[in-house]
């Protein structure tokens, strides 16, 4: 059973850090493309950051900068470093994996699995 399993979220202050981690099970790494997507309660979910197989990373625009997204090697977990956060940033954020490296493009997953996801809460 492929699971996705995020953490690393909670709270924090403005302009702190944090460091979210997307652990995979029973999915090899090398063979998905992994996004990291967040909501906001009465807002759509929307792609915040994409890592390809070949490394090509993708970034909102809100969050390039800020944000870094990168694969373990030789593991299974893809990481989510959250640096100068604000209140804006605040939601839950999930994972995703998907076998089509257009996730990056359209953040649209075709055949791919959802993590539960991780709340930050970043305080003003």
């Known amino acids: 059973q492929v699971q996705l399993v995020e953490s690393g979220g909670g709270l924090v202050q403005f302009g702190g850090s944090l460091r979210l981690s997307c652990a995979l099970s029973?999915?090899?790494?090398?063979?998905?493309?992994i996004a990291w997507f967040r909501q906001v309660p009465g807002k759509e979910r929307e792609g915040v950051s994409c890592?390809?197989?070949?490394?090509?990373?993708y970034y909102l625009d809100s969050v390039r900068g800020r944000f870094t997204i990168s694969r373990e090697r030789g593991g299974n977990t893809v990481y989510l470093q959250m640096d100068d956060l604000g209140p804006e940033d605040t939601a839950i954020y999930y994972c995703?994996?998907?076998?089509?490296?257009?996730?990056?493009?359209?953040?649209?997953?075709?055949?791919?699995?959802w993590g539960q996801g991780t709340q930050v809460t970043v305080a003003s």
């Open positions: 995703a994996a998907d076998p089509e490296w257009q996730l990056c493009l359209s953040y649209t997953l075709t055949s791919g699995y």
């Open positions: 029973n999915l090899i790494l090398p063979d998905f493309t």
């Open positions: 890592i390809m197989p070949d490394d090509s990373t």
